[in-house]
């Protein structure tokens, strides 16, 4: 089996993460598994952690090699980046978490070894993620872009604190117009991240839907719509600004208030690798402590 690590990108690591990535990279390897890691994360790996990995491990920097899995080791954050590099290759992601709440990255270190072993043996599944394909539609505009989330596509306030207003069409036809300081759409993967936090609803991963939520809506009766996967999103900003922002899976890009977006589910999905017997209701009962009394015994009220 071949498999290729990726891990977060920040230059200032902590030394707890280098000993964890090390850690585990080395358990993998005692799998007698070939290991590859691309340069752009090697590169910001400290002298000392580059210098005990080379020796097992092949770092590539231009063609991408052909590997069975892509480990995630790190948060959620570090989970997107490795979609955004893997997705088109369809190649299945596993998400080792080093972070904190950890919805996508879900396997704790604790778990890690009987993970492994359990994937070694092919007892593992395979769920297909949906993701949203966002590109501009006024070509005149200079600004033509094509890119994929995961998790989801926020369009921002970008210079002002005034608040956008932003034309939604649902194929075409006029949904509403929504005056906020934004617009996230996102899909079920990303129901339980940024939509979450502005009150959207959660979604079971592999549902055929699409969520728009608005942030911070000037009227109370906007409200987050849920509409079918096949469904194309068309968004046009006003604002008193000259620019508003557009971040997919929180990497962000400054757009001009004349260019439109087409929002619409990506012709491929993501496969991520999940442990058998392990389920997204068993995931929510423990990382949102559903059903949990968190009051002490000698609490009164």
Request: proline share 4%.
């Amino acid at each position: 089996m071949k498999i290729v690590l990726f891990g977060n990108l920040y230059e200032d690591k902590s030394d707890i993460y280098e000993e964890q990535f090390y850690a585990i990279s080395k358990m993998i390897k005692a799998h007698n598994i070939d290991l590859y890691l691309p340069g752009f994360f090697f590169n910001t790996l400290s002298p000392a952690l580059k210098e005990k990995i080379e020796s097992f491990i092949t770092v590539f920097d231009t063609d991408f090699p052909k590997v069975d899995l892509a480990f995630s080791i790190g948060g959620d954050g570090t989970f997107l980046r490795t979609a955004n590099a893997v997705a088109k290759y369809k190649i299945p992601i596993l998400g080792i978490n080093t972070g904190r709440l950890g919805f996508l990255a879900d396997i704790k270190l604790e778990d890690l070894d009987e993970t492994l072993h359990e994937i070694f043996q092919n007892n593992y599944r395979i769920e297909m993620r949906m993701l949203l394909k966002t590109a501009t539609l006024n070509n005149d505009s200079g600004e033509d872009f094509v890119s994929y989330s995961l998790n989801e596509a926020a369009i921002l306030k970008q210079d002002t604190s005034s608040m956008l207003t932003i034309h939604a069409f649902i194929d075409d036809e006029y949904l509403t117009s929504y005056q906020a300081d934004g617009v996230v759409v996102a899909t079920p993967t990303g129901s339980t991240a940024y939509s979450l936090s502005i009150g959207g609803p959660i979604m079971v991963p592999t549902a055929p839907n699409i969520i728009l939520t608005a942030v911070a809506p000037h009227s109370l009766n906007s409200r987050p719509l849920v509409v079918d996967s096949n469904s194309k999103i068309t968004l046009k900003v006003e604002s008193r600004s000259s620019k508003y922002l557009v971040s997919l899976d929180g990497e962000s890009q400054t757009l001009n208030v004349d260019t439109m977006l087409e929002i619409s589910k990506a012709d491929y999905a993501q496969p991520v690798v999940k442990r058998s017997g392990h389920t997204f209701f068993e995931t929510l009962r423990n990382k949102l402590m559903w059903g949990a009394d968190i009051r002490s015994s000698k609490e009164t009220i």
